[in-house]
């Protein structure tokens, strides 16, 4: 019987894959009454790690090469761009008419992006709140902050701050100063990069100036259970605003995908678990499992959960990259913050690391009749793909244009017999071959 093969780009409308059974695990995290605490969760093992909600205020990025400075909203931080002058008007800070200037809000899908660096001018090297030296490597701080902390009742605020991040040194290390509207007080302080080795950022909280440890190390948890600010329906006047939610985030260097059109349970019960339209690929978005598996009800319902949508989970550790797939069967509220999930493995993946064609990833690894490719910025504008037996004799071969950017496809090979295979990349001379399974 002749073979038929397919290579498509994916926006994972995928169809026909074949999973074999898998195990479906149930299990919970309980974030306390208020949502007062954030659960950093293991999708593989199912460890939990906790931390208050609200015992930060400002955190930076590990990363050094970053300038990400985020704020914590839910402990009632209010971030304003002083308009009034740069930093040379630290001594003449003025707040008059300060209620007119706009808020600012950490993105919640970009994990570079805080309520401090929002804005960018690459041409002229500037980072929201400072400019980044191609000498030395540091980004000085050029601009000031109003910092005000929301009180209980609309529009009341219990302190203020104004704030200046002074330099981020070239190892990561930010060096910061603050101090009351009238002067006093004034503090310099330094949040120190060797804090958070093997950590997303690292904290500090303006009452006492404490430095939370409150994160577990990077290889220990792939998704948070957590709440934050997003623009929302105010449930009590209907309008769009900056709203507090619950959601569940993913680390930086995690991706999801958000799958629906039929129930979990028939995603380990039916051979065929691609089950409909994937609404987009997978993305490294900070909430792109978010809030919006659940909604609420005014009526007796309360909180209603979706029976058909699920998420797909690439959990990558060094030489370990796995894909999870996750649903969500309870929800309690605030009463408890009591989030009740299941989660199963969708098979191990094929994972290579090349100086050229970057992050190849092929799943699901053994495959059967259909499997999925990913190229994670190549250096190459096309390649071939070919499937050939151990002999070397070519099964199948595809030329395929590439973006310099992450790309997906879909591989479909209907007839070919169970074995072992391999999985050649070819772009000029240049050739990279990995086995994979066919089952």
Partial sequence: MKNSFLLLPVIFALSTGKLCSQTILNDSAIMGPGY??????????????NSAVNNWDIAHTSVSRDNCIRANHMSGLRVFQYPKGKTDAWSSFDTSGWRSWKPLWNDIHDHNKGAFNLHNNLAKWKFGWGTYDVNSNEVSGDSLFLLAWAGMAPGTYTRFL???????????????????????????????????????????????????????????WDISFNRYFELSANPMTGGMEMYPVMGIESKRGTRTVRVFGRQFKALNADSNWIVGDYTKSFKNDLTGIGSGWKSFSTGSTGWTLSDTMSYLIERVRTNDTSYWLMHMTGFTGSSSGKIRFSRMAVRNSLSVKDNFFGTIKLFPNPASKVFYLTLDMPKTKSCTVSVKSLEGKTIMSQPMNVQASWNAYTISAENIPAGIYLLQIQSGNRIITKKFVFE
């Fill in 36 to 49: 007062s605490t954030q659960v950093f969760y293991d999708i593989k093992t199912a460890s939990k790690n």
């Fill in 162 to 220: 104004k704030f200046w991040p002074v330099i981020q040194k070239a190892n990561g290390d930010l060096v910061f100063k603050y101090a009351n509207l009238d002067g006093t007080g004034e503090t310099m302080d330094t949040l120190y990069q060797t804090a958070a080795t093997a950590k997303m950022y690292k904290y500090f909280k303006f009452t006492g100036a404490t430095k939370p440890d409150r994160e577990p190390a990077s290889n220990n």
